[in-house]
């Protein structure tokens, strides 16, 4: 329930943190941060703060969960003790365990699994800091993950959480915003493909909102598409003074 008094949305139109409702929050992406990991990514969104390792494709223990036909993929969504303001149990929750699925099953979509058959491709996600959008970030660290691993993939996936707030649909939105708000959409996707790869609603949205809510996340993704190409591009082409 909201508190008494919390405007959410301010006269001037403008939301808690002074954002306009369709604006993202500040973004950084970095590729590669992690030295023992085939393929690594940290993501930023506002406050939330994600980093994801992939390992492989690798040979599967033990064998009997090998497939003659595709790889399999492994994803493990995990916060940790001190990403919330409580502190966190470290062993892994409900919500978790089914994230953990939800994006597997979205990034399966994404790879060439069928390229490597018999082996296994594990992806961790940690969440070091939430404030709200953590399955939206962790999706997008995974996929440069796994871009900066070599993995082949259809596309890069990029992701974004759609709210109403006050009666108004946001991007983006932070914590205040996903504790009070009305509702709450997390979409992802392959933008270059226009393909839709998660899509969930906590909440109620009438059909015009969807609608107006599926346009807004689009237009956010389209920007966060063009910050991991700039992520990968910082590591993989730009050609620094000194390799000159």
Do not use: C, W
């Amino acid at each position: 329930m909201k508190p008494e008094g919390l405007k959410l949305i301010n006269e001037e139109g403008l939301r808690v943190d002074g954002r306009k409702p369709d604006e993202l929050r500040p973004v950084v992406m970095e590729v590669g941060v992690l030295k023992n990991a085939d393929g690594s990514a940290y993501v930023q969104q506002g406050n939330t703060k994600v980093i994801a390792a992939v390992y492989g494709p690798r040979e599967i223990h033990p064998k009997h969960l090998t497939l003659p036909d595709r790889a399999i993929l492994r994803t493990r969504y995990h916060m940790v003790p001190y990403s919330t303001d409580e502190r966190k149990s470290p062993a892994p929750t409900r919500r978790e365990i089914e994230l953990s699925k939800v994006i597997r099953e979205a990034l399966e979509s994404v790879i060439f699994v069928e390229l490597y058959p018999r082996t296994t491709i594990d992806v961790f996600i940690e969440v070091i800091q939430a404030d709200a959008g953590t399955r939206t970030a962790g999706i997008m660290a995974a996929s440069l993950a796994l871009a900066d691993a070599g993995i082949p993939m259809r596309d890069l996936v990029a992701a974004v959480a759609v709210g109403k707030v006050d009666g108004q649909l946001v991007l983006d939105i932070n914590q205040l915003e996903d504790e009070y708000g009305e509702a709450d959409m997390p979409i992802a996707m392959m933008p270059s493909l226009g393909k839709i790869v998660l899509l969930q609603l906590n909440g109620v949205l009438t059909e015009e909102e969807f609608k107006q809510a599926l346009q807004l996340a689009k237009k956010g993704i389209m920007k966060l598409y063009e910050y991991e190409q700039q992520a990968l591009r910082k590591k993989y082409v730009e050609i620094k003074p000194e390799e000159v």
